[in-house]
């Protein structure tokens, strides 16, 4: 359930939008939240199950390793 400082009702409609923080933790490459993240023993164990699978279809592809690179997440205030 959201917070209601975060919900949304228009009076013209029957919808109410809420907003909550996502469960799981954020994928470094796609940013999909999943609880899954680094529970499988990957290569890259800070990006989920899909991504590793995209970057592993890459290296056959290409033939050669990729090199996952830290990007650091600012705060916009």
Request: aromatic residues 10%; negative net charge; hydrophobic residues 30%.
């Amino acid at each position: 359930m959201c917070d209601e400082t975060y919900v949304s009702r228009d009076s013209s409609s029957t919808w109410v939008v809420g907003v909550k923080k996502a469960n799981g933790t954020k994928c470094n490459r796609c940013w999909f939240f999943d609880n899954q993240v680094g529970k499988h023993g990957l290569p890259f164990d800070g990006i989920c199950q899909r991504c590793n699978g995209a970057i592993e279809q890459w290296e056959n592809a290409r033939g050669e390793k990729f090199v996952l690179e830290k990007v650091e997440e600012t705060t916009v205030a």
